[in-house]
């Protein structure tokens, strides 16, 4: 309602309008395939992180994130000095045939190839999981050569026909399992990371550190957190747990 004798003059047409507000937005430091070591990039949709970070524990992470409702994250990539492990190969089934895998995986995976339908190289069909059966990808013809490589997570592997007997290398039902584990940075690249971060002007509530860690490498994070209080830069650090293996206490 206009208000009689009483001129108004706007001066600020900004009223009541927040400034920006870093409340929510925080940094991660992690492992990636394709970002850059040592270098702060800022996402700002999950669509980015593929194209951006590529495959490993910190694309993953900061999909997660986003999922749980972030509009920013500033990622930076640590140096991955510590290789990822792959396991053992399991089969099951009554096929004569082998499997052998080979590479540096890009993350921990539970890899299952299970064979469609019966045949040696370049006539039996099969399918692979990376997440231990909860999803799997199309079906595949066994190559010629045998060998083929599994998108985005740094392994190859490599079917062994039976010489005595081909056509019954790979029966329909055989399954190969193996596991990876994620290639992991060590105290000093993470702190290196760290670095970067808390070297720049950019505003974040906390650095989470990717990957299960131990307690040597929360006694340096804590540390950094105690550095950073007392330079006024008032944030905080989320370490993750591995989780505990079956007989171990949580202290272990």
Request: cysteine-free; charged content about 15%.
């Given at each position: ?73 500033y990622v930076v ?10 396991g053992t190969v ?16 890009l993350n921990a ?144």
């Amino acid at each position: 309602m206009a208000l009689k004798d009483v001129l108004v003059k706007i001066k600020d047409g900004g009223l009541a309008l927040l400034a920006a507000n870093p409340s929510a937005v925080h940094a991660k430091v992690g492992v990636a395939s394709l970002a850059p070591v040592g270098q702060i990039v800022a996402l700002s949709d999950h669509e980015q992180i593929a194209d951006t970070l590529g495959a490993g524990p910190l694309a993953d992470a900061t999909l997660d994130s986003f999922v749980a409702g972030s509009r920013l994250v500033y990622v930076v990539a640590a140096e991955p000095d510590i290789p990822g492990q792959r396991g053992t190969v399991s089969r099951e089934g009554d096929g004569t045939g082998t499997l052998s895998v080979a590479g540096n995986p890009l993350n921990a995976f539970d890899v299952v190839v299970e064979v469609l339908r019966t045949g040696g190289l370049n006539d039996a069909v099969f399918r692979y999981s990376l997440d231990g059966g909860a999803s799997w990808s199309g079906q595949v013809t066994v190559p010629a050569e045998g060998v083929y490589t599994l998108p985005n997570t740094g392994l190859t592997i490599t079917f062994q026909a039976d010489a005595e007997n081909p056509p019954e290398s790979f029966r329909q039902g055989d399954r190969f399992t193996f596991s990876t584990t994620a290639p992991q940075a060590s105290v000093e690249s993470v702190n290196r990371a760290i670095d970067v971060l808390l070297g720049s002007n950019l505003s974040f509530d906390f650095i989470h550190v990717v990957g299960p860690s131990d307690a040597a490498m929360w006694a340096s994070l804590a540390a950094r957190a105690e550095e950073a209080f007392n330079s006024f830069r008032y944030i905080h650090i989320l370490a993750e747990a591995k989780p505990p293996a079956p007989g171990q206490t949580v202290d272990e």
